[in-house]
């Protein structure tokens, strides 16, 4: 068990071994990660003040209305990431497409691909609730020396190499995991270092919290509408407590703490839901399958969703084992009915 109060970098390297590659290469995209994420804690840290606050005025491809901290955000992460010459391609939220980076002597010798979501819960920034970054990184499919291509970043979460994200709430926290456990880093503003403050984290293997935007109730799918009910009953440990923050991050994080469910399914006004596969539900479901729980579209497990699309959406149920397989089991239900 590692000891507690290490640093991040320290932690790094000891756990070296971990990493399927070269653990420079992962100090390097980590370490560009914790370094953006430190000045966009700083900006987030004063949401509310004028200059940061409310709308820029731009649409993303996702047709949602941009916010100042999103594109903030966006700007600071992929402008750390692109000068460490460790990425050859970044695929974010805020961008319709991939970003191709060359490297310092445009020779495409960098071997990862980063697709983030800069700014996760963007409703909440204005309202001074917990909000995140989520981040997913795999090694290149084509070959080293040549442009990124598409093909790069549809690859199958099964074949990230690490993920990620970072919560901005009452402490800041980055959580992440190289396909060995998960561990999660406090921020220590005063110094500015992150310390190792969740070591190999685990997801309870059930709850009594379950985390669903109930105000699509009447869109819902019947295996969905079911399972809330059955979260509802007064039977057995339940009725569970619904906690919905409007955070992804903050709601799986707390999640994965205290034991629960999230959902965030497909509806009669969205027929793919409305979370991103590729730097959303993957990084997540990558980061939740390590701390013991699942994750699944309600029926197929998300790791092993082929993507088509860089923003493609999906049905997305994760948390404490059992209660995902109890969701199912409706899912499974209602559908041969
Ligand atoms: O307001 P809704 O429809 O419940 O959606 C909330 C969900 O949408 C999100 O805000 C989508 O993420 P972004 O803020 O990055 O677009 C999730 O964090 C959150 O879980
Ligand atoms: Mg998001
Ligand atoms: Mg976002």
């Keep these: 068990m590692p000891a507690k109060n290490q640093t991040i970098g320290e932690f790094i390297i000891e756990n070296q071994s971990s990493f399927a590659y070269t653990s420079g290469e992962l100090s390097r995209l980590i370490n560009s990660i914790r370094l953006a994420a430190k000045v966009v804690n700083h900006e987030v840290n004063k949401a509310g003040l004028v200059d940061i606050t409310g709308a820029i005025g731009g649409v993303n491809v996702q047709g949602e209305e941009q916010q100042k901290l999103d594109v903030y955000a966006n700007e600071r992460f992929i402008e750390t990431l692109t000068n460490r010459e460790i990425v050859c391609g970044i695929a974010s939220e805020e961008n319709d497409d991939f970003i191709t980076i060359e490297g310092q002597n445009c020779d495409h010798k960098n071997k990862y691909v980063v697709l983030i979501d800069p700014l996760d819960g963007s409703s909440n920034i204005d309202v001074n609730v917990s909000v995140g970054t989520i981040f997913s990184i795999y090694r290149r499919v084509t070959p080293v020396g040549t442009p990124v291509t598409k093909e790069d970043f549809l690859q199958p979460g099964n074949k990230q190499v690490a993920a990620g994200y970072i919560v ?10 190289t396909g060995d456990g998960v561990n999660g880093f406090t921020l220590n503003p005063a110094i500015g270092t992150y310390y190792l ?24 799918p019947q295996g969905v509408k079911d399972y809330i009910k059955y979260c509802q009953a007064e039977e057995g440990d339940r009725p569970y407590t619904a906690r919905y923050i409007g955070s992804l991050v903050s709601d799986v994080h707390r999640n994965m703490i205290k034991g629960g469910i999230y959902i965030y399914p497909k509806s009669s006004k969205s027929s793919n839901g409305k979370l991103r596969l590729l730097y959303e539900c993957n990084p997540m479901a990558f980061i939740v399958e390590q701390a013991g729980g699942k994750a699944s579209d309600g029926f197929t497990r998300i790791l092993d969703i082929k993507p088509t699309e860089l923003h493609q959406r999906v049905p997305f149920f994760c948390g404490s084992k059992k209660m995902v397989e109890k969701a199912e089991e409706f899912m499974e239900n209602a559908s041969k009915k």
Aim: charged fraction near 10%; proline fraction near 6%.
């Design 168 to 177: 901005y709430g009452t402490s800041t926290m980055l959580v992440y995991t």
């Design 197 to 220: 403050s969740h070591p190999n984290m685990k997801f309870p293997e059930t709850g009594k919290i379950y985390s669903i935007n109930e105000g699509n109730y009447n869109h819902f």
